[in-house]
């Protein structure tokens, strides 16, 4: 959790804003009377459970704590963060020199790899020792398109060539023992940890080296695959192969296809399956789910049909159910009394692959059967049901109650009630039990569970909003990625009638201060992204560090489309939640009030269908004409 969340955790908005002014409450609500204009009736809201404000009346301002105390005070975002950090007693860490100084010492090790990737590569490509490694990329069919694209590499036989060579361009054996490419001896002696082995650079999902798969060229008496050790950079736990190359296209397809080998990732991105990554040889880890659930929610584990592959498949849905987020649905119980029960958010799959083959096989000899076989890939329900009646005896009593028992969890996770029903049924046929016995179980632990589930904060007892992806990152980070980008999208949005997109578009404070000192950079024509970091907190620029990916190498009107179709999908959200909010005060206004709002309702609605239009009707020939203009006045 960073800190600005920290804050507004610790912090409830009602007792901040009622600080200031004297907050009625309205129902589920709190009412003043604006602080920032002047008025008779009262229009200004406080939400507990979204922890937001709005003012519904002349001025239409809203936001959170953040933007009220900025607002109410005049303060920016930097003095913002001091005040409401002290008051949270969270303790704020400016950036020490130790951590400048490690901030430099990894970007030495960045370099030395990413050196050692290109020698590497030339080697590949030329060197007459790596004939074999040539001759066995042959062998496995991948192209000279592929071998170029993942930056397929050799090392040579000698014990101190890779030193040598890295040497020889300014780093020190201390700095390349660091970087995982030299091994140290007893005596301090140092010799190159990788020899005779076909060289697989490993990315960050950035794409940055930061280490290296290698596979043997010989048949026995050696590990078929080493991979760097732990470092400063590498930490395989954290990475998972093939998702820098794999993200817009598991943006497109909706789902990624997780598989166990660097030649399954590589073979499946040649066949032009470009949503599949690999978990670096281990057990996939909750680190890993969590970067997958940065592009998707879809999940589908394509693991080896073996007896190890099976139950490596176990623990990797096990791990992706815990990592993956969980929606509060409410579940009553026999008394009609509520409380919330936390169902998956996410879905997760089981590719079965046929007895004896894995992906790179399968892709290489029958391309066509992969996509086959993803979309007929089992629901977690299923196959974990299937496994556990493999290994059941069914004419035993306890081991059915045992099947059942680790079952439920399973179908608790279902977030569609009907789905849940159904398989909770599917689950009493397969054990030749009652079905009300299995739906009397679930429902019990549902009630059991929803009890020990914390009841969300504020009047209502509903559930806080939680987003079900980084609209604001996304945005920010495709708006940082070309300077000349947030004035055309703006130009587009006021062609279609549509306000421009401002630091109000933001809920997160840290993407609405990064939003706004963009803006100021842009304005007096020095948008530098290094620049904007300096001139940001060390909270915005964490946040900066985790915004999602936009696409990469696109053209310019490919750059217009993707950014104004990020602000068109955020502003969109933003005047749903505004219409949720009017049309539950009107619901609880009296008659007299009540007319107010449903003229903003109006406007709300107005407004929602303009966006919507640009949004779904693809009017971009405007944009195509921007496109041109810009054009002309950069050759000009």
């Known amino acids: ?123 590949l490509l030329h060197a007459p020792e790596a004939a074999r490694a040539r001759e066995y990329l042959a062998r496995r069919g991948l192209s000279s398109e592929t071998i170029l ?50 060289m697989i650079p490993i990315r960050d999902p950035h794409g940055t080296t930061v280490g290296f798969g290698a596979r043997t060229l010989e048949t026995e008496g050696v590990p078929k695959y080493i991979n760097s050790p732990q470092t400063p950079l590498f930490d395989k736990g954290r990475l998972l192969f093939g998702l820098d190359m794999a993200r817009d296209a598991i943006r497109r397809e909706e789902c990624v296809v997780v598989v166990e080998g660097y030649m399954d990732v590589m073979q499946a991105h040649q066949a032009g399956f470009g949503n599949v990554v690999a978990q670096m040889g281990t057990a996939l880890t909750e680190t890993q789910v969590r970067l997958l659930k940065r592009y998707t929610r879809r999940l589908i584990l394509a693991l080896d049909p073996d007896a190890a592959g099976v139950q490596a498949t176990l623990r990797g849905l096990e791990v992706a159910r815990e990592a993956m987020d969980r929606e509060l649905t409410p579940v009553f119980n026999p008394r009609g009394l509520v409380g919330f029960e936390r169902r998956l958010g996410a879905e997760i799959r089981v590719l079965t692959l046929p007895s004896g083959s894995d ?8 391309p066509a059967r992969w996509p086959l076989l993803v979309r007929e890939s089992l629901p ?58 299995v739906l009397s179980r679930l429902h019990e632990a549902e009630r059991q569970a929803a009890q020990r589930t914390p009841i ?130 009107t619901e609880e206004s009296p008659p007299s009030e009540a007319d107010r709002y449903g003229q903003a309702l109006e406007e709300n609605a107005r407004a929602l269908l303009r966006v919507q239009q640009a949004l779904y009707n693809r009017c971009w020939a405007s944009s195509s004409l921007w496109i041109e203009e810009l054009s002309e006045g950069e050759a000009r």
């Open 1 to 123: 959790m960073g800190v600005v969340d920290e804050i507004k955790e610790r912090l409830d908005i009602v007792d901040v804003i009622g600080a200031y002014v004297p907050l009625q409450r309205a129902g589920r609500y709190y009412r003043a009377l604006c602080p920032f204009h002047a008025e008779k009736t009262p229009s200004f809201y406080v939400f507990p459970d979204s922890q937001r404000w709005h003012c519904f009346g002349a001025c239409g301002e809203g936001g959170d704590i953040f933007t009220f105390v900025m607002k109410r005070e005049g303060w920016d975002f930097a003095a913002a963060l001091e005040e409401l950090a002290r008051r949270a007693g969270v303790v704020l860490r400016p950036r020490t020199l130790e951590q400048t100084r490690v901030d430099e010492e990894n970007a030495r090790l960045q370099a030395a790899v990413a050196e050692t990737a290109r020698y590497y590569h030339h080697l």
């Open 149 to 198: 694209r993942f930056q397929l590499g050799y090392s040579l036989p000698a014990w101190d060539a890779l030193r040598a060579h890295l040497t020889g361009r300014g780093f020190t054996p201390a700095e390349l023992v660091r970087a995982g490419l030299l091994v140290e001896r007893e005596d301090g002696s140092t010799y190159d940890r990788f020899r005779d082995r076909l």
């Open 359 to 366: 992906p790179d096989d399968l892709i290489r000899q029958d």
């Open 380 to 437: 977690v329900v299923e196959f974990v049901l299937q496994q556990l009646l493999r290994q059941t005896d069914l004419e035993d009593a306890k081991g059915r109650a045992r099947v059942v028992e680790a079952m439920i969890p399973l179908l608790r996770d279902v977030g569609d009630p009907v789905e849940r029903e159904t398989y909770a049924q599917k689950v009493a046929r397969a054990l030749r039990v009652d079905a009300r016995t």
């Open 456 to 585: 969300p904060a504020g009047p209502a007892r509903v559930p806080k909003e939680t987003p079900v992806a980084d609209l604001e990152g996304y945005c920010l980070a495709t708006l940082l990625r070309q300077p000349w980008l947030l004035g055309a999208v703006n130009r587009t949005l006021e062609e279609w009638d549509i306000p421009p997109l401002g630091p109000g578009d933001f809920n997160d404070p840290a993407c609405r201060a990064a939003f706004a000192a963009w803006e100021g950079l842009l304005m007096g024509g020095a948008a530098d992204p290094a620049r904007l970091r300096e001139q940001l907190p060390e909270a915005v620029v964490l946040r900066l560090d985790s915004l999602p990916e936009p696409p990469s190498d696109l053209s310019d009107e490919q750059w217009l489309r993707e950014g104004v179709q990020a602000v068109l999908r955020l502003r969109e959200r933003n005047l749903r939640r505004t219409k949720a909010e009017l049309r539950a005060l």
